[in-house]
């Protein structure tokens, strides 16, 4: 089962492959849409453009996962670890802490 999950990423969608995806994606849209939950507007295009970088991170990082398949997922666990307080930091909200006990 391993090397099946392994050669996945190395195996080109065929055309019917991406045809039936885009067909599903245009489903959901038109069942999405016929209930109202669809409304794009000007307001929400900071939302839009966020989602729509990060799909683009992570289709570059999937594309590039595949270049550099020999390098173990281990190797990002630094970098990771590193940048987590930043996160917390950017985030507006004090880091988690203990509480102290009574």
Avoid: K, N
Avoid at 37 to 51: C, D, E, F, N, T
Avoid at 63 to 83: E, I, K, Y
């Amino acid at each position: 089962m391993r090397g099946d999950v392994a050669d996945a990423p190395r195996r080109a969608a065929c055309p019917q492959a991406r045809g039936g995806a885009l067909l599903g994606l245009a489903g959901v849209w038109t069942v999405l849409a016929a209930r109202g939950a669809v409304r794009p507007s000007a307001a929400h295009s900071p939302g839009y453009l966020a989602a729509l970088g990060c799909a683009l991170i992570w289709s570059t990082y999937s594309v590039l996962q595949r270049h550099f398949a020999a390098v173990s997922a281990d190797a990002v666990r630094g970098p990771c670890t590193a940048t987590a307080p930043a996160r917390d930091a950017g985030s507006g909200r004090p880091a988690p802490r203990e509480q102290p006990r009574p």
